[in-house]
């Protein structure tokens, strides 16, 4: 295949906006192709898009199906020669998770958070999401053994479970959310500080977080600790944040890449002392992020509209809960962690969603550096990510912000400094946003570039960039983003003039880890013994098998030769 005459935007290659031909054969990108020619003439071509930071399967999104009948009825869309029904907005089918990432030029999503428990479910899930590459991180920041070992300071014992956990959970890195206040909230507690200890096990989240890192970093994974912060979703919480950032500072990184990736940091950047005082501290992160260079983020961008939010956090789903008078589940994961989910909605005039709005745009507006913020609404938490153009083009638009800004609570103007920030994001930050930051953050060497040996996933979209101005025209920005003209991943055709036109079987992405075996035959005996005394299910019956996977793809790292371990 030959794509022709685009405007080409790879900046991980150095390419900004030239008029050049692609060629692809065998699914890589390549130097020559013969075979069929689509004509780009003039038109936007990029990467395919990928989703660092979403919600996208497991047990969590039932349950978010499931409470709200009411989102099932939306965005339904009949079978196709092609595609099979699609139900949902906020928490859509498996299908339409996966057609839906197709038209907007997304070729990559992984799924943020799940416990190794439930990792079956999960991979289940994704086997049902078609086209796009996934993956799901695995979550550590609540577990029994986690903590054991961070009591002991054990950190050979804490890398052979780490990396007997991703084997298990067939998961891709290590995910951390509100550490220790998912073990406190089985007690009816939370944690309240980095500094608080967890109930029974004489651990405090700064332990945690800093032992999780260092192990990371020990095991050489393709990405970092991927981090929820403690006190997340509460007035004044920026400081919270920034002193565990600092925590992380002096700890060498093993690839080129980050310490440590900060998840949905909207949510983290909040000042005031109560929800009547809130304001936006996003400027105090941006100048943090603008100082060092340990950290990365993604978004969480607030959509308004309805939402369904899910989270390992179940102490800020039970506030969520009584804050908005609203239905919720709350779930106490044996051993590992907890969860929540709750509808919402975000709306205009609420003084709080308003501010809530402006201090993602601010985050990704004031941080300097595009390769530190992946584009991300949290989804479903923040919103549906059907509504990435809608941000790419409050980004590229001041214009377009001040209109948006009109229709929002006043406050928005007073307690936040989106008002005076006229910076507008071109075409090759958008770029390194959606597709070469996120890749590079998560290790992912074939992906986010157009380089020779990259994976063949390209969006092409009905956007000519020497013709349009989208400071002006950022409506024809947010359509034009909305469909791609052409999604090719893996070197296919799946998007032809907005329209799926076939749904092949992307991979699954997971790290197996080695540690020496004389570690994990240490870490084994002892958790035999935890899952003969503790554990509802047996050892036997708890690892993903091979049969989950049916394309999958294997990521080595660690120190040496994994023992085979049933």
Same mark, same amino acid.
């Given at each position: 295949?030959?794509?022709?005459?685009?405007?080409?935007?790879?900046?991980?290659?150095?390419?900004?906006?030239? @008029?050049?031909?692609?060629?692809?054969?065998? $699914? *890589?990108? !390549?130097?020559?192709?013969?075979?069929?020619?689509?004509? =780009? +003439? %003039?038109?936007?071509?990029?990467?395919?898009?990928?989703?660092?930071?979403?919600?996208?399967?497991?047990?969590?999104?039932?349950?978010?199906?499931?409470?709200?009948?009411?989102?099932?009825?939306?965005?339904?869309?009949?079978?196709?020669?092609?595609?099979?029904?699609?139900?949902?907005?906020?928490?859509?089918?498996?299908?339409?998770?996966?057609?839906?990432?197709?038209?907007?030029?997304?070729?990559?999503?992984?799924?943020?958070?799940?416990?190794?428990?439930?990792?079956?479910?999960?991979?289940?899930?994704?086997?049902?999401?078609?086209?796009?590459?996934?993956?799901?991180?695995?979550?550590?920041?609540?577990?029994?053994?986690?903590? @054991?070992?961070?009591?002991?300071?054990?950190? $050979? *014992?804490? !890398?052979?479970?780490?990396?007997?956990?991703?084997?298990? =959970? +067939? %998961?891709?890195?290590?995910?951390?959310?509100?550490?220790?206040?998912?073990?406190?909230?089985?007690?009816?507690?939370?944690?309240?500080?980095?500094?608080?200890?967890?109930?029974?096990?004489?651990?405090?989240?700064?332990?945690?977080?800093?032992?999780?890192?260092?192990?990371?970093?020990?095991?050489?994974?393709?990405?970092?600790?991927?981090?929820?912060?403690?006190?997340?979703?509460?007035?004044?919480?920026?400081?919270?944040?920034?002193?565990?950032?600092?925590?992380?500072?002096?700890?060498?990184?093993?690839?080129?890449?980050?310490?440590?990736?900060?998840?949905?940091?909207?949510?983290?950047?909040?000042?005031?002392?109560?929800?009547?005082?809130?304001?936006?501290?996003?400027?105090?992160?941006?100048?943090?992020?603008?100082?060092?260079?340990?950290?990365?983020?993604?978004? %969480?961008?607030?959509?308004?509209?309805?939402?369904?939010?899910?989270?390992?956090?179940?102490?800020?789903?039970?506030?969520?809960?009584?804050?908005?008078?609203?239905?919720?589940?709350?779930?106490?994961?044996?051993?590992?962690?907890?969860?929540?989910?709750?509808?919402?909605?975000?709306?205009?005039?609420?003084?709080?969603?308003?501010?809530?709005?402006?201090?993602?745009?601010?985050?990704?507006?004031?941080?300097?550096?595009?390769?530190?913020?992946?584009?991300?609404?949290?989804?479903?938490?923040?919103?549906?990510?059907?509504?990435?153009?809608?941000?790419?083009?409050?980004?590229?638009?001041?214009?377009?912000?001040?209109?948006?800004?009109?229709?929002?609570?006043?406050?928005?103007?007073?307690?936040?400094?989106?008002?005076?920030?006229?910076?507008?994001?071109?075409?090759?930050?958008?770029?390194?946003?959606?597709?070469?930051?996120?890749?590079?953050?998560?290790?992912?060497?074939?992906?986010?570039?157009?380089?020779?040996?990259?994976?063949?996933?390209?969006?092409?979209?009905?956007?000519?960039?020497?013709?349009?101005?989208?400071?002006?025209?950022?409506?024809?920005?947010?359509?034009?983003?909305?469909?791609?003209?052409?999604?090719?991943?893996?070197?296919?055709?799946?998007?032809?003039?907005?329209?799926?036109?076939?749904?092949?079987?992307?991979?699954?992405?997971?790290?197996?880890?080695?540690?020496?075996?004389?570690?994990?035959?240490?870490?084994?005996?002892?958790?035999?013994?935890?899952?003969?005394?503790?554990?509802?299910?047996?050892?036997?019956?708890?690892?993903?098998?091979?049969?989950?996977?049916?394309?999958?793809?294997?990521?080595?790292?660690?120190?040496?030769?994994?023992?085979?371990?049933?």
């Amino acid at each position: 295949m030959i794509i022709k005459g685009g405007i080409v935007y790879d900046p991980a290659n150095g390419i900004f906006g030239e @008029e050049m031909d692609i060629c692809i054969e065998n $699914g *890589r990108i !390549a130097e020559d192709a013969g075979g069929e020619v689509i004509d =780009a +003439r %003039g038109l936007l071509v990029m990467p395919g898009g990928v989703d660092a930071h979403s919600h996208i399967a497991g047990p969590k999104l039932n349950t978010g199906r499931i409470m709200r009948p009411d989102d099932s009825r939306m965005g339904t869309e009949p079978r196709t020669r092609v595609c099979r029904p699609s139900t949902g907005y906020t928490v859509p089918n498996c299908y339409a998770i996966g057609y839906r990432y197709a038209r907007l030029g997304y070729t990559t999503a992984f799924e943020a958070a799940t416990p190794i428990i439930e990792a079956r479910h999960t991979h289940e899930e994704l086997e049902e999401i078609p086209i796009v590459d996934k993956g799901a991180l695995t979550l550590f920041g609540s577990n029994w053994t986690v903590m @054991e070992c961070v009591r002991d300071n054990d950190l $050979g *014992r804490l !890398a052979a479970y780490v990396a007997w956990g991703l084997r298990a =959970a +067939r %998961g891709y890195g290590v995910k951390i959310v509100n550490p220790g206040g998912g073990e406190a909230w089985g007690f009816g507690s939370n944690v309240k500080s980095v500094h608080d200890p967890v109930p029974h096990f004489d651990v405090t989240p700064a332990q945690i977080i800093r032992a999780l890192a260092e192990v990371n970093e020990r095991l050489r994974l393709p990405h970092s600790i991927h981090l929820h912060f403690n006190n997340l979703g509460r007035p004044g919480n920026y400081t919270t944040a920034i002193e565990t950032l600092e925590l992380l500072k002096d700890i060498k990184p093993s690839r080129m890449r980050q310490v440590v990736h900060v998840a949905h940091m909207q949510f983290s950047a909040y000042g005031g002392t109560g929800w009547k005082d809130f304001e936006s501290k996003a400027s105090v992160i941006a100048d943090y992020f603008n100082q060092t260079n340990h950290a990365t983020m993604d978004l %969480g961008q607030i959509i308004f509209g309805p939402a369904t939010t899910m989270t390992a956090d179940a102490p800020l789903e039970y506030a969520n809960a009584r804050i908005g008078h609203q239905k919720w589940s709350n779930h106490d994961i044996e051993l590992e962690e907890s969860s929540g989910v709750v509808p919402w909605v975000y709306m205009r005039k609420m003084p709080v969603n308003a501010v809530q709005w402006a201090i993602g745009l601010e985050l990704a507006l004031l941080t300097r550096d595009p390769w530190k913020v992946v584009m991300t609404t949290d989804h479903p938490n923040g919103g549906p990510f059907v509504n990435y153009p809608e941000i790419i083009s409050l980004l590229m638009s001041r214009e377009k912000r001040e209109e948006e800004m009109k229709t929002l609570h006043e406050v928005v103007r007073s307690r936040s400094t989106l008002p005076s920030i006229e910076r507008e994001l071109d075409w090759s930050e958008i770029v390194i946003m959606t597709r070469a930051a996120p890749a590079r953050i998560l290790g992912l060497e074939d992906k986010g570039h157009l380089g020779i040996g990259a994976d063949a996933d390209v969006s092409i979209y009905n956007i000519k960039p020497e013709e349009i101005d989208p400071s002006k025209d950022h409506a024809e920005v947010k359509a034009g983003m909305s469909r791609a003209k052409y999604t090719i991943k893996g070197g296919v055709v799946v998007v032809r003039d907005g329209e799926i036109v076939a749904a092949p079987q992307g991979r699954t992405y997971w790290v197996d880890a080695a540690v020496p075996e004389s570690e994990m035959d240490r870490m084994l005996s002892a958790l035999k013994e935890k899952f003969e005394r503790y554990y509802s299910i047996r050892m036997s019956n708890y690892m993903v098998q091979d049969a989950y996977l049916s394309n999958p793809f294997v990521v080595r790292a660690g120190v040496q030769p994994l023992k085979e371990v049933i």
